[in-house]
């Protein structure tokens, strides 16, 4: 059993504080690997600050760095910065290959400054999360590959237990076939838990959103002592529009199918989300189709191009920025000008993922609809 901790949220009476995923995913602290947690939570509405949140990290240097005390990241001369293809600047470790995104662009930033600011963030969250290992206050993870032998994780357990008792989570890519399912306890303050893929590693913004939420649902009430069965983050209705729709593509470029909405009175907190059910003929030769909100963007799946005939639901998440009195809501596709689709259960909730519904059971007919949306293109 793990340690109790007071400030754990409905640690001692055994219950659930509520289903608020933002606030729980400041339970977790990720060790590096690369940045892709660190936009999980981002896309689930929770920017903690973490030492490894957005860095790439080695797990032998990890390790050092444990065992060390990360005594020497950030020492004079450790830190310096690098430009990434992307044209990003990374912040780098010379000591313990650490590296950080810093989120700067090249050519936006003085790198003297940007250098000076990275020492300062370094200390302080070093200092940080050092107080965190010793109080085993967070839930840490780590994803762990075929080239990560039980050896070299059990290394790992040790480096953070000589800290303290620290809960570590261990996250694998099951693949295709992956289904919900609750995290597992594989020992001692040592979870075990599953996500359908891993984002790419230089395109770690690129997350299956619904595995990683479910999976963090699951180990946060695991630590918490209540029943590890993942539930899904509550979406509430907003807007949902009824009917189905034709698009026709109009021009050999993108062509965008939206709706104007009212949004001074939603909330600027939260991230909501649009989705929409879309069919695909057989013969579409489109390249994409997407949900947008504005121009906005968290997280998104858009099209499965290889499903056809069949309804498959799309969607975006985003926060609605502050002052903005409409947004446009719709669908985007990039395709040769002719090219239709269908879609319908338009609508917009409150929260980072859809809600769960089944797929429309009414098949689309080309009828006056689609002839109409062929003129109109």
Request: net charge positive.
């Amino acid at each position: 059993m793990d340690q109790q901790d007071p400030d754990k949220p409905g640690a001692g009476n055994g219950r659930d504080p509520g289903a608020d995923i933002a606030a729980r995913l400041h339970a977790f602290r990720s060790l590096g690997g690369n940045c892709e947690f660190g936009f999980v939570q981002r896309y689930g509405g929770a920017e903690p600050s973490g030492l490894l949140r957005f860095s790439y990290t080695p797990l032998p240097d990890l390790i050092h760095a444990l065992d060390t005390d990360f005594a020497e990241l950030g020492a004079p001369g450790d830190l310096h910065l690098a430009e990434a293809a992307s044209g990003t600047y990374y912040c780098a470790s010379r000591r313990y290959g650490i590296w950080s995104n810093t989120a700067r662009t090249v050519g936006d930033v003085d790198p003297a400054a940007l250098l000076e600011r990275e020492y300062g963030r370094v200390a302080h969250l070093k200092r940080r999360m050092l107080d965190e290992l010793g109080a085993g206050s967070k839930i840490l993870v780590r994803k762990v590959g075929p080239e990560d032998s039980e050896a070299d994780l059990g290394q790992l357990l040790r480096a953070i237990r000589r800290h303290g008792p620290s809960t570590l989570l261990r996250v694998a890519a099951a693949g295709p076939d992956w289904a919900p399912g609750p995290v597992r306890r594989v020992g001692d303050g040592v979870f075990q838990g599953s996500v359908r893929r891993f984002a790419p590693q230089e395109e770690a913004w690129d997350v299956d959103l619904e595995p990683w939420l479910l999976l963090s649902d699951s180990a946060e009430r695991l630590w918490r002592g209540l029943s590890p069965e993942p539930m899904r983050p509550p979406a509430r209705p907003v807007r949902a529009f009824s009917g189905t729709r034709a698009h026709a593509a109009r021009g050999d470029g993108i062509s965008s199918f939206r709706q104007d909405c009212d949004a001074r009175a939603l909330p600027r907190g939260p991230i909501h989300t649009f989705s929409a059910w879309i069919w695909l003929p057989e013969r579409f030769a489109g390249e994409a189709v997407f949900a947008a909100i504005d121009y906005e963007r968290l997280a998104c799946a858009g099209a499965d191009l290889a499903l056809r005939g069949a309804w498959q639901r799309i969607w975006v998440s985003a926060r609605i920025p502050e002052g903005r009195e409409r947004i446009r809501i719709g669908l985007v596709a990039r395709a040769p000008r002719g090219q239709r689709f269908w879609s319908t259960g338009w609508r917009l909730d409150e929260g980072p993922l859809p809600p769960q519904e089944p797929a429309p059971a009414v098949r689309p007919r080309a009828g006056l609809g689609f002839w109409l949306a062929r003129l109109r293109g």
